[in-house]
Each structure stands twice: as structure tokens, then as C-alpha cells.
């Protein structure tokens, strides 16, 4: 009979995947990217600590949201840059 931690962990696994997934194409990758990274990367680790090898679904979560998060991010920066060029254009026009 199969351990049922395994189970679980495969059940949070695939939940986590559809979570990063979902929240990347609806917009909400800010805040479930990094949940996804944080969650997988726990998943992976128990994993490991019952000496398996983590789940492809682990992987990919993870995976997922750390592109999820590194997009976000840089869309952040991207606007803040806009926001400090066009500033600095409307001072320098306006001296």
C-alpha cells in the first residue's frame, strides 16, 4: 500500500501547479508566484526528506512562479523607470 504522504504531497503539488498557472494568466502573479515558489520549493524538500525524488508538478510550480515573480518584478521596475524618466523630462522642460 503506497505511503499516503505521497499522496498528499502530489495532491499539493498539482493544486499549487494550477495555482501558479492560473493566477500568472489572470494577472495575479504578483501575489501567487511567489506563494507557488515558496509552497513547491517545501513540497520538493519533503519530498526529499522521505528520500524520494520531488514531483515533476513540484517542479514546475516552482518553476512557474519563480518566472511568475522575476516578470512581475521587472514590470515594476519597468514602470518606475518610466515614471522617473518622464519626471526628469517634465523638470528639465520646465526649468
Do not use: C, H
Request: aromatic share 10%; proline share 4%; glycine share 12%.
Amino acid at each position: 500500500m503506497p505511503d499516503p504522504r505521497v499522496k498528499e504531497l502530489n495532491d499539493q503539488s498539482n493544486t499549487w501547479l494550477i495555482v501558479s498557472i492560473v493566477g500568472f494568466w489572470l494577472g495575479f502573479g504578483f501575489v501567487t508566484g511567489p506563494l507557488s515558489w515558496i509552497k513547491a520549493n517545501g513540497i520538493r524538500r519533503n519530498y526529499r526528506s522521505m528520500g524520494m525524488q520531488p514531483s515533476g508538478s513540484s517542479t514546475a510550480a516552482m518553476i512557474i512562479g519563480m518566472v511568475s515573480s522575476l516578470v512581475y518584478v521587472m514590470a515594476v521596475l519597468a514602470i518606475v523607470g518610466m515614471f522617473t524618466l518622464f519626471a526628469g523630462a517634465a523638470a528639465a522642460g520646465s526649468m
